[in-house]
């Protein structure tokens, strides 16, 4: 029996959004400390604070000073203008998923935005992406994979530096305005051999090193296996995505390509179908062994289609 007949297709249709609306930053730390299994005692030594401290913020008795919002941001993860949002006396309700790490200010932001309204502003120039370059970078990218509870991803520097020497046009970050760490894009130019054995079940991403790794220029068909691609809210996917699209639509390379990409993010489900990509197969065994949202899915096609209609 192959890897592949090893699962049952089931299509899952998850219920949306999981977004949680806050209204203040009380309970954003709140939530915080209990999704990260956290003490009061724990959470007020990494701020360098009493315990009493943690209290008056979690009641929302005292606000943050400046410092300690980019120390909240640095401990817990969360994105720096979602406690800009809250940590204020007039707090700006937002949406908040501490699985996806994204935001937004209404219901109706929760998804992710329309591909074609993507597609048609793909040549859109932003200083907010840029290449990923430091540690720092893919420390943030391992702490992002990480918040996913999602043990299949990689989390290995080594294999994550030589994907970025070997396919820099696809290792990309996202900031906000202030330059912090708001998103990224990160494949792995995989060997036919190596995928193949993905499709098959054979072997895991998480497994993967870097003699899986080849220089896609060298290869026909070249294989582009997305680790990742996320960005903390609508507008910043949006910059993210779109410079990811061009280098697709612009590369000289034959068109004879596949993108490949392992998701378990309830949100990508209908992008992956609007982008023309197949669903080769759906784990709802490690949907149940990991206690995920949704299950894990394999998608595998290209985006010629997509982009030339």
Sequence with gaps: MSGCDKKVLILYQPTLPYMKKYTSIGELLIDYRELSDVSQTDLASSFDVDVRTILRWEKNQTLLKPDKEEEMAAITFIPHQVIRNLNTSFAIPTYYDFDLRKYSLSTLSNPLPDINWIKESIDTVSNKIRPIETEKDINNIIRYTLAQKDSLKSISKIVIREAIRLLPELSLLVVDEQGNYAGHSLYFPLSLE???????????????????????????????????????????????????????????????????????RYDSYEMNKDLGVQLIWEDVIQQENLNLKVPPRLYEGSFNGFLNK
Excluded: W
């Design 194 to 264: 190596a995928y193949q054995q993905i499709k098959n079940q054979e072997l895991m991403e998480k497994d993967i090193t870097t003699d899986h790794l080849v220089n896609y220029k060298d290869q026909s068909p070249p294989v582009f296996y997305c680790h990742s691609i996320t960005a903390d809210c609508n507008e910043n996917f949006f910059f993210i995505i779109g410079a990811v699209l061009k280098f697709y639509r612009d590369s000289p390379l034959d068109k004879n390509y596949i993108y490949a990409i392992i998701t378990s």
